[in-house]
């Protein structure tokens, strides 16, 4: 069974760049496309973008200009940066695996999130 | 970009009576491969979201047959037959025909 978990810092400062990793456990990285989404508190569900094991992305286009979703297949893991951070990227984040080419066409499995504070 | 609209916005619900939550699409969601890429997915106070409905009204593995999901075209709707207590929580139907967007979510509350 596939799980995920997200890590990186939960306090980035104003127009600095957010990091966060996501290690996918229990299968391959390779067998399947995989996904960033946010969270605001309080507030609704954001896909970010996805990637595959061949570093093949897609973006959603109101973050495309901030944001680099990266893979490491030797560690299983996937990544994502977004540059130029404002309060309004303070959000629970969460990685997942993306519907592309799945069976269910939708995110099926989640990792647990991770809350990135920007603030100084 | 594809929006969804879900209505209604808060819903409580007595125990045991049935819930409907709808969502409505601003284009149509058959993909060109033939499938309708449009699910339904719950998360509970503190949790993250868990798949429930995918495909318009396929049941997830290990989710309650309380649940259940229809409609074509741009107006989908999930259907909770009996509302229990561990069905609190804020529903959202989810598009992945054209990228990815969420609707804003419904809060299922207790009366």
């Known amino acids: 069974q596939v799980q995920l978990q997200e890590s990186g810092p939960g306090l980035v400062k104003p127009s600095e760049t957010l990091s966060l990793t996501c290690t996918v456990s229990?299968?391959?990285?390779?067998?399947?496309?995989w996904s960033w989404i946010r969270q605001p508190p309080g507030k609704g569900l954001e896909w970010i973008g996805y990637?595959?094991?061949?570093?093949?992305?897609d973006y959603n286009s109101s973050l495309k200009s901030r944001v680099t979703i990266s893979v490491d297949t030797s560690k299983n893991q996937f990544s994502l940066k977004v540059r130029s951070v404002t309060a309004a990227d303070t959000a629970v984040y969460y990685c997942?695996?993306?519907?592309?080419?799945?069976?269910?066409?939708?995110?099926?499995?989640w990792g647990q999130g991770t809350l990135v504070t920007v603030s100084s | 970009d594809v929006v969804l609209t879900q209505t209604p916005l808060s819903s409580p619900v007595t125990l045991g009576q049935p819930a409907s939550i709808s969502c409505r699409s601003s284009?149509?969601?058959?993909?060109?491969?033939?499938?309708?890429?449009l699910s339904w997915l719950q998360q509970r106070p503190g949790q993250p979201p868990r798949l429930l409905i995918y495909?318009?009204?396929n049941r997830f593995s290990g989710v309650p047959d309380r649940f259940s999901g229809s409609g074509a075209g741009t107006d989908f709707t999930l259907k909770i037959s009996r509302v229990e207590a561990e069905d609190v929580g804020v529903y959202y139907c989810m598009q992945a025909t054209q990228w990815r967007t969420f609707g804003q979510g419904t809060k299922l509350e207790i009366k």
């Open positions: 997942a695996r993306d519907p592309y080419g799945s069976r269910w066409g939708s995110f099926d499995c």
């Open positions: 495909k318009i009204s």
């Open positions: 990637i595959n094991y061949r570093g093949s992305t």
């Open positions: 229990g299968g391959s990285i390779s067998s399947s496309y």
């Open positions: 284009q149509g969601l058959v993909h060109s491969d033939g499938n309708t890429y």
